[in-house]
């Protein structure tokens, strides 16, 4: 059970007009509506404001979402189409042209999407986007090369990223989505820091049994929770997932699902309500 009710705050992005959408994958500013050049110094006056104002147990955060660029499991996907890949074409690991499972790279595409959001993050910082307080960033490769990417020649950041094993890809059955090893990440991407609870081999995926959406975005409650819990005071958050990932954030914090390209970003601002408990640790009941 969730320790934090959460909403989505809309008006300050292109994105909460359900009329604009979809957008560029990367939007000019991110979609912020406001163009002033001192647009992001502003924007975190709004949200650091709604903190001061806040009543007890209400918190403010801004997500920065990435999906990952194309990986070859996406030209699979639309080799075959995707009725065909769900079928057959994801359960295997490759066909003789392709190898897409387990857990596909970025395509060259795919790295040119990941430094088009780079280069907008380059673009925004001069004018005053400021590094965020946390990144996290799904254990799956194309994941981790994204985020890589994005940062790995851009500002200082106060923390490394982090790999998080329920910011990983709807699960089960498809091959692209079987992780790596913890020790191949450890290796892999040596700047980056590693949740203690990643086990060593993917304890999670099934061959036989594919995550619904519900379960997915139960997943991504959990990773909310976590960062609203550990990081009460830091308010600028970037997350590098996956388009169902994503959709699973969306839908637990009550906004509809957005259909995200590969390398898009989306913005979200979003207040969490912190449940109050009774002696024995659960929500009271309401009648």
């Keep these: 059970m969730s320790t934090f009710n959460y909403v989505c705050i809309p008006g300050h992005f292109s994105h909460d007009d359900v009329e604009r959408s979809p957008l560029p994958a990367v939007p000019e500013r991110f979609g912020l509506k406001d163009s002033a050049p001192d647009r992001w110094e502003t924007f ?10 806040r009543p007890d147990g209400v918190f403010h955060k801004f997500f920065l979402l990435s999906r990952h660029g194309q990986g ?42 990941a430094h088009a959001i780079q ?16 990144r996290y960033c799904s254990p799956l490769s194309r994941a981790l090369d994204t985020s890589d990417i994005i940062f790995g020649t851009e500002g200082i950041h106060p923390h490394p990223v982090l790999v ?33 609870t990643l086990t060593e081999t993917d304890e ?8 619904t959406k519900k379960q997915v975005a139960e997943r991504a409650e959990k990773v909310l929770d976590r960062i609203f819990d550990e990081n009460q005071d830091e308010i600028f958050i970037s997350i590098t997932a996956h388009g ?9 914090i009550g906004r509809n699902v957005y259909p995200l390209p590969t390398g898009g970003v989306l ?3 979003v207040k969490g309500t912190k449940i109050p408990r009774n002696d024995c640790g659960s929500a009271p009941n309401v009648l």
């Design 44 to 53: 975190f006056q709004s949200v650091r404001r709604l903190n001061a104002e």
């Design 72 to 113: 070859y499991h996406n030209v699979a996907e639309a080799k075959y189409g995707t009725q065909a890949w769900d079928d057959y074409w994801s359960k295997l690991n490759g066909d003789d042209k392709i190898v897409w499972g387990p857990d596909p790279l970025l395509t060259p595409t795919g790295k040119d999407q």
């Design 119 to 134: 280069h907008a993050w380059s673009t925004e910082t001069s004018f005053g986007l400021p590094p965020p307080h946390r």
């Design 164 to 196: 998080v094993e329920n910011c990983r890809e709807e699960n089960g059955v498809h091959t692209c989505d079987k992780r790596k090893t913890r020790s191949y990440i450890e290796s892999y991407k040596p700047s980056f820091a590693i949740e203690d």
């Design 204 to 211: 999670l995926w099934s061959k036989d049994i594919r995550e």
């Design 244 to 252: 169902g990932w994503i959709n699973g954030f969306l839908t637990a």
């Design 267 to 269: 913005p979200v601002l």
